[in-house]
């Protein structure tokens, strides 16, 4: 089944609101196997609602429009579907009764613009009961394809999927599943990646292998159609396993794990703390690391040391050398992690420096220079590292190479025995 989904609401158009009905009904949509190819945002303008709705059926079997079934006269999603198949509108006395029961229910006082919502298509039309809201959905059949219609507000459109359309669209589209599976991969950029599995992506028809690509991060979907879930996990993994073998040590998780999550079960297995000096980052390393709960059990504290003389007099780090080198420099970043580490007693101790940006650039040191300096207590290293973007985007940058620092040393600790 070609799936297509058009959402109504200028106020999406401007970027007012979040479109999160888009990834709730992606991810569902294809875990119920469904073939999601096209989707669109469109006005609140009834000649545009109807072209989008015609070409929509023009190329798709189920269309699912969420927005603009609601009292007020910018709500035309209706008469768009309506004009779109050519039949019209009537009033449902069933469909009334159940919005004045909604009024009554929730002792909210009932205008003469609701009754707007108890128009229905005229033909080969079912209504679904909206238990949250006022406005109803519909389920329009039109020549053998169908239209789906639910209110914008997530929470009633969730709760209409979840009673209604979700086990309707099940029992149209039969024994057909799409699962997916997330490798994560850290330390290569998205074309690097690519290049390396490239012989596994062209010898695939299914699953198929797809990029996306975040601040240091480097995301592999691995996504196979098939008649039930076992079949289609089996056909998965045996993908994600010559991917994992291609890409190796950057790999350092699958679907929802996050790098803080990683780096602190290979804290916890290897019985090491760590603590943190940062100074372009602002924290955001040590914010990241205390997200996951039980973090207290290896890390230490960390120190946001932005002025020099506070990495002098905190950090130990020599004022010769800050003379000398600058503030950003391996020599510091080497410092500020030795300095960390030995004030809070921690077996690693990572710092970090950089010129975030926009301002506070030379020739010699652009925007985006960041060191990254780690420490033990038999080693001390650091790596320099160019990264671009805006302020928000290196401070992430920077605060993903970090944990991915701490992560590989940790995968030569534990080799090492």
């Known amino acids: 089944m070609k799936c297509e989904l058009i959402f109504v609401g200028t106020e999406l158009l401007l970027g007012q609101i979040v479109n999160t009905n ?3 009904l992606g991810e569902n949509l294809a875990n119920l196997g469904v073939d999601l190819y096209y989707s669109s945002v469109v006005g609140d303008n009834l000649d545009r609602i109807k072209d989008a709705i015609k070409h929509a059926l023009s190329r798709s079997d189920l269309i699912i429009i969420t927005g603009g079934l609601g009292p007020t006269f910018d709500d035309i999603t209706r008469e768009g579907i309506a004009e779109a198949l050519g039949r019209e509108l009537v009033f449902d006395p069933n469909v009334m009764a159940q919005i004045e029961e909604h009024f009554k229910r929730t ?3 009932m205008l003469p613009m609701h009754r707007r919502q108890a128009y229905v298509i005229s033909s080969g039309c079912q209504v679904i009961p909206n238990l949250i809201g006022s406005a109803p959905g519909l389920i329009v059949e ?3 394809k169908w239209i789906i219609a639910m209110p914008g507000v997530p929470r009633e459109m969730k709760k ?3 009673d209604r359309v979700f086990p309707w669209i099940a029992e149209k589209v039969g024994n057909v599943v799409i699962k997916s599976k997330v490798i994560k991969v850290a330390g290569m950029g998205e074309s690097t990646v690519a290049n390396e599995i490239n012989d596994i992506v062209e010898s695939l028809s299914n699953p198929t292998i797809a990029f996306l690509c975040s601040p240091g991060e480097v995301t592999v979907r691995i996504t196979a159609k098939a008649s039930n879930t076992d079949e289609a996990y ?6 994600a396993q010559k991917v994992k073998a291609k890409l190796g040590d950057n790999v350092f998780g699958e679907d929802n794990q996050i790098i803080e999550q990683v780096v602190g079960k290979m ?3 290897n019985h ?3 603590a943190l000096a940062e100074s372009c980052t602002g924290g955001l390393v040590s914010d990241r690391i205390t997200d996951i709960s039980g973090s207290s059990d290896y890390f230490l504290g960390g120190v946001i040391a932005y002025s020099n003389q506070l990495k002098i007099d905190l950090l130990a780090v020599s004022k010769d050398d800050i003379d000398r080198y600058g503030a950003v420099s391996a020599t510091v970043a080497e410092q500020m992690a030795s300095g960390v580490r030995k004030l809070a007693k921690s077996d690693y101790g990572i710092g970090i420096t950089g010129i975030a940006g926009p301002t506070g650039a030379t020739s010699e040191k652009p925007v ?3 060191y990254i300096g780690l420490s033990s207590k038999d080693k001390v290293y650091s790596k320099e590292f160019r990264f671009v973007g805006d302020r928000t985007g290196i401070k992430r940058w920077a605060s993903q190479s970090a944990l991915d620092m701490l992560r590989r040393e940790l995968l030569k600790e534990s080799r090492n025995g």
């Open 22 to 24: 888009a990834v709730y």
């Open 107 to 109: 002792k909210f006082h």
């Open 142 to 144: 039109a020549d053998g």
């Open 160 to 162: 209409m999927c979840e």
């Open 234 to 239: 089996q056909m998965i993994n045996d993908v």
């Open 267 to 269: 804290l916890v297995d």
């Open 272 to 274: 090491k703390t760590v």
């Open 368 to 370: 985006g220079l960041v």
